[in-house]
């Protein structure tokens, strides 16, 4: 089976496509043939060694897939050869092939196609998360969204929707919020060419926004949290931004009454394994009634997944890039 593998931590352009032998499903695994995979900004930190998982090489990127079950391991009895599957690698998913644990392995819904699923798992499960147990969002309250156009952000953008939330997308380019109006925002921010502060207060009648979602961090970072509500929700969820780790001056939080929390969906999806189940039911329900639309803006097949990588890396991506690896 073909793999485009990392053989030594560098930029997008050194991996390669090489032949590997197939994996054997261990026990509790599932081995899938791969049809697509989705791609994700862990995927340009990790072949750099910038992540927080370093497999020994040589490896394949490539954290979600979706396609078919080929073979399961002796102790996997849920799932079966030929069903149509959607996973969380990790990494390994820039690949023909990939054996994965079951309790990582979903059975995709009627209503979505492979592609499409492999640009599901990660962003809607973690939006889910984030809005639903780390910021309880409630019907009414307003929802803001910075990078509210790319992965994560645009996933949060609709299911703040379908939680009943009024939703403000804020991104850095006209082009990128209208992907965002497209998904249902309600109001719009251009945070290189507005004060994000000036406008939230414009848009909430000086109140602030109840819940934050951040996948970006940088310098919007301690701005975003001066626009919050009282009471509100500081969901920090990324540092796509790069720059460091930002920090907050503790009064922000206190003077407002407010919460900074952080989101870790890998973590609660394998320590609350039925609330992650539970998420991605409603989620599945949502998808069906066509309240949820998740935007794959490109395909590529898997000969150029370095491409992809260096599209999201470099901030020129809408929605979700994926690999056509079938
Ligand atoms: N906490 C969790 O459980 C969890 C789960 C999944 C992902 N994440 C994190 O969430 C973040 C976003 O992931 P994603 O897959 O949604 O990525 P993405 O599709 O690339 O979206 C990131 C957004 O960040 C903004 N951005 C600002 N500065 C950027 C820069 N220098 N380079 C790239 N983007 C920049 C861009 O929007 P504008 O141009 O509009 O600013 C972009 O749309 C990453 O840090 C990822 O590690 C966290």
Redesign the pocket.
Known sequence: MKALLCKAFGPAETLVLEDLPSPEPKGNEVLIEVHAAGV???DS?IIEGKYQFKPPFPFAPGGEVAGVVKAVGAKVGHLKAGDRVMALTGWGGFAEEVAVPAYNVLPVPESMDLTGAAAFG??YG?SM?ALKQRASLQPGETLLV????????LAAVEIGKAMGARVIA????AE?LEVARNAGADALIN?NEQSLKDEVKKLTNSQGADVIYD????ALFEEAFRSIAWNGRFLV??????GGIPALPANLPLLKGASLVG????AFAQRQAQDNADNFRQLFAWHAEGRLKPLVSQTFPLTRGGEAINI????K??G?LVIQVR
Do not use: D, E
Request: net charge positive; hydrophobic share 45%; charged share 10%.
């Open positions: 994700n900004f862990p930190l990660m962003t973690t998360h910075l990078g509210a156009s790319g992965g994560v952000g804020a991104a850095s380019s990128k945070y996948p970006v961090g940088g969820v990324g540092f796509a931004a790069g989101v870790f969906w890998g999201l890396a470099k901030r991506a809408v979700k």
